[in-house]
């Protein structure tokens, strides 16, 4: 290190260490076919052993090369093919190598003056965004943390869009499943629990419009507010998508916000049958998305794109003095006005890249081929005796369990799945009953490997009823 100032290295250090994290980075992605879906064991011991304050004086380079091999080997194999449990992102490399040029040129994206061609970028992401759903010129988003930022700026600038500063008695709908980020949002912006009205679902798990329509009328007449619609396009459960057009009806003939949380099924809309399943979905008044899921990209990358720019602006608007000297919103967006955020990564370069690099063609084939696997997982599984298949899958999350209301099979079933260490999945309860969830989302997952999954279950359903 250079001795007189160490946090500045000289172009050879830089080049070592560049060097050593490159290389590393590329025997991980090889390595990734191989690697076990559940990670390697023993976690929580690693992590003590990893317990430390930072120390005095500095030490080498490929010391912590080694916490990294560490740390991404004892833990859930996220990235991976066989990863099919929560909701999988994988990771792009062209994502990796954009968040090391844009942590290094450490422009600021969130005022356009500040770096009119980041935030041209970045808005070049958001208007990609907007056009995919048919969003009219005025509309504008900004890219979260994820969809959970998303789905509470959401509700906030619904919330000044349609009540009064005693807000209150305003009252929202969600299906029984939505996902809880909502409903956390729903607390964050103020609302009490007696606020949120859950609408019961049909027996595909969609919410229930015409409850919905019922629901909205008896609490208008009983003096509440209804302000807010929260329709989901693929729930995190099953990926069951909520009749989107029959509530953008009931928002229309009762004056209220559509927001749709399409954080995990959002980007299906690049294909044909995803358009279809969510038809209706232009007229939302906003819409939440996660690149980091549905685009395979790096946790992190979120986003809210809203129907009427004007609106997340009122919502989010904050002037300052300190900022006078920085132009105002010009034919680039200044995203802090925007956003709950100022200063911030320039995400926008995580989702450019690999645009730019891969064409949307590329993400379009993708999440096809997605929706492809899901269905020979679903006629896969459907061949083994032991277990049902209540919910046919709408998008890619495929959900089972053993036959007849098992609960106890069924996470020994999880269990012995999981051994296999080449996939993994993870669980949830539906309608009071423990189910296991197969999502397919990663750009890593191919067939081979969802044939070897209906292997591994077949095999370990027939032990466990045995
Ligand atoms: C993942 C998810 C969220 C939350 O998004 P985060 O990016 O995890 O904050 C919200 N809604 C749905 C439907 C999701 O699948």
Known sequence: MNAMFPLDPGPEQMREMGEAALAYMIGFLQGQEDAPASGEGGGLEAARAFREAPPEVGGDFEPLMEMIRVAAAKAYGTTGPGYLAFIPGGGLFAATLADFLATGINRFVNLWEAAPVVAQVENNVVRWLCDLFGYPAESRGVLTSGGSMANFSAIITARRALLPDNFLSGTLYVSEQVHASVTKAASLAGFPPRSVRVVPCTSELRMDAEWL?????????????????????????????????????????????????????????????????????ERADSITLDPHKGMFLPYGTGSLVVRDGVRLREAHYAGAHYLQDLAGEAEIPNFSEYSAELSRDFRGLRVWFPLKLHGVSAFRDALDEKLDLARVLYEGLREVPQLELPWEPELTIVPFRMRGGDDEGSKRLLERINASARVFLSSTIVEGRFTIRACILSHRTHRDRIDECIEIVQRAAAEVAG
Not at 227 to 232: D, R
Not at 237 to 260: K, S
């Open 213 to 281: 329509r019922q629901m909205v009328r008896d609490d208008r007449a009983a003096g509440r507010g209804p302000f807010l619609i929260v329709a989901s396009a693929g729930t995190t459960n099953t990926g069951a998508v909520d009749p989107i057009a029959e509530a953008a009806d009931v928002a229309a003939e009762e004056d209220l916000w559509l927001h749709v949380d399409a954080a995990y099924g959002g980007f299906f809309q690049l294909t044909e049958r995803g358009r279809a399943r969510f038809a209706g979905i």
